[in-house]
Nanobody, 129 residues
């Protein structure tokens, strides 16, 4: 079992930056054996993949955030991050971190939510115009 807890959400103005964190725990968890990702659900929209990272440092990003968001991990602390810059009102959403065993993902599925087994509870990010 893997337990994920997000932190760092909140309200910002357009153009500002925010760092989201996700602390992972569980005897079976390691960034060497799990793919991890960030997802979001905007109002009235389906949940979508934002960014993901695996042990080979493959880091796919959604087109909408490419160049503005950066995913990273700290293996010593078992924390993953999402650094978000130049935030836009359309980035307003519930943000979730997720993890799944490496063997359950491929490069083509890393941004697909049905590929992930473990989920955090989510946190709100609101970007005002």
């Amino acid at each position: 079992q893997v337990h994920l807890v997000e932190s760092g959400g909140g309200s910002v103005q357009a153009g500002e930056s925010l760092r989201l964190s996700c602390a992972a725990s569980g005897s079976q968890f390691s960034f060497r054996t799990h793919c991890v990702g960030w997802f979001r659900q905007r109002p009235g929209k389906k949940r979508e993949g934002v960014a993901a990272i695996d042990v080979d440092y493959n880091t796919p990003y959604a087109d909408a955030v490419e160049g503005r968001f950066t995913i990273s991990t700290d293996g010593a602390k078992n924390i993953m991050y999402l650094d978000m810059t130049d935030l836009k009102p359309e980035d307003t959403a519930m943000y979730y971190c997720a993890a799944t065993p490496l063997e359950d993902t491929t490069l083509s599925t890393m941004l697909k939510d049905d590929a992930y087994l473990y989920w955090g509870r989510g946190m709100q990010v609101t970007v005002a115009a």
